[in-house]
């Protein structure tokens, strides 16, 4: 479950990624780095 949920939150943050070239912001900046981090950590952390 923890693979699945840290993939999402990846691939979220990759698509805000994407949605920072048509609206930047500061909270969105955060969120982005905050979901690409948690998401790698849940993902990569799994035995």
Known sequence: MRK???FILFWLGIG???G???EPG?????TLVLM???GYNL?????
């Open 4 to 6: 699945i949920c840290g």
């Open 16 to 18: 805000i990624t994407i």
């Open 20 to 22: 920072i070239y048509l």
């Open 26 to 30: 500061f909270i969105l900046i955060c």
């Open 36 to 38: 690409i981090i948690i």
């Open 43 to 47: 993902f990569s952390s799994c035995n």
